[in-house]
Every structure is written in structure tokens, then in C-alpha cells.
């Protein structure tokens, strides 16, 4: 589950996304805040595997998913689910002012 961290300009907080999948070879971040575009937030992994990116959002209600070699897949550490209209269904976060 992502974790708040500090807060940033213009009201927007810094907010840190985590992935555990030691045999991807590309992860990226996408949701309601870039478009879903997948190739907008690359995630960068470290050395035990863990996938990270920190992004800039103002405060509200963001529905993501990451997309790991071609594939959507969800945020197993998060308990924070609402369907999506492909059937599936989507991560949130609600980051507070």
C-alpha cells in the first residue's frame, strides 16, 4: 500500500507507491492521476526486487494499478478495491489535505 510521505507545493503530497515482484523485468505506475497511461511512471527496482515511484498529487481520491511485463495487476498490500469497467478492479488511495 502506498504511504504518505511529505507534503509538496501547492497543497499536492509526495506519495510513495510499492511493488514486490522480484522477477519482473519492467514495472510502471498508472492511474487516474496520469491518464492510466502505463509509460508515464516507470518504477525503479532495487536490489531485493521491490518496485518503487513516488508521485506529486494534490489531494483526493485516485484509483491505480501497476503494469508488470505487459500485464495490469493489482497492489497486493492494499485492502482499498473498487471495480473498474473492464470487470476487474482498481487500487485507491484517498491522500487528505
Avoid at 489531494?59 to 494499478?65: A, I, K, L, V
Wanted: aromatic share 12%; hydrophobic share 30%.
Amino acid at each position: 500500500m502506498p504511504k504518505h510521505a511529505k507534503k509538496g507545493t501547492a497543497g499536492r503530497r509526495r506519495v510513495e507507491f510499492r511493488l514486490d515482484r522480484p522477477g519482473a523485468k519492467a514495472v510502471s505506475l498508472a492511474g487516474d492521476f496520469n491518464g492510466w497511461n502505463p509509460k508515464a511512471h516507470p518504477m525503479r527496482r532495487d536490489d531485493r526486487g521491490v518496485w518503487t515511484r513516488a508521485v506529486m498529487v494534490a489531494p483526493g481520491r485516485y484509483e491505480y494499478r501497476f503494469y508488470a511485463d505487459g500485464q495490469w495487476c493489482n497492489d497486493p498490500r492494499s485492502s482499498a478495491k473498487c471495480p473498474n469497467c473492464f470487470g476487474t478492479q482498481n487500487d485507491f488511495i484517498v491522500v487528505s489535505p
